[in-house]
């Protein structure tokens, strides 16, 4: 299973953890590992090329994070909706696959 931790500080995501595998089907076939892959990469992508924000990221095998740094009103504001749409996707696969994906929100457990 894949778990992922949102931190939150005054109500804002500074940080992301995800470990583990989804072990839904085997390497190369395995739709929940791509899809959560996808949406952390593409949150990453994101806080640095479109909001322009200072990422902070570190991936090994079953692993990755990432955390934004406290940035002005503008950029923050761009990284919020980022960072809350991918939390919105992450939701979703977890109601869908919950055996494969559990998402820690320090707003509520999914």
Known sequence: MTTINVV?????IIRVEASGHSNYAIIGK???CAAISTVLQGTIL????VAKVKTDKAMSDGNLSFSV?????STRHSADIIL??????????????P????????????
């Open 69 to 73: 740094s406290d940035t002005n009103i």
């Open 30 to 32: 395995d739709i929940v």
């Open 84 to 97: 809350e749409t991918m939390c919105v996707v992450l939701k979703d696969i977890a109601r869908c696959y």
């Open 8 to 12: 939150r500080k005054e109500g804002r």
């Open 99 to 110: 055996s494969h994906l559990k998402l820690e929100d320090s707003k509520n457990v999914f």
């Open 46 to 49: 994101g806080l640095i090329e």
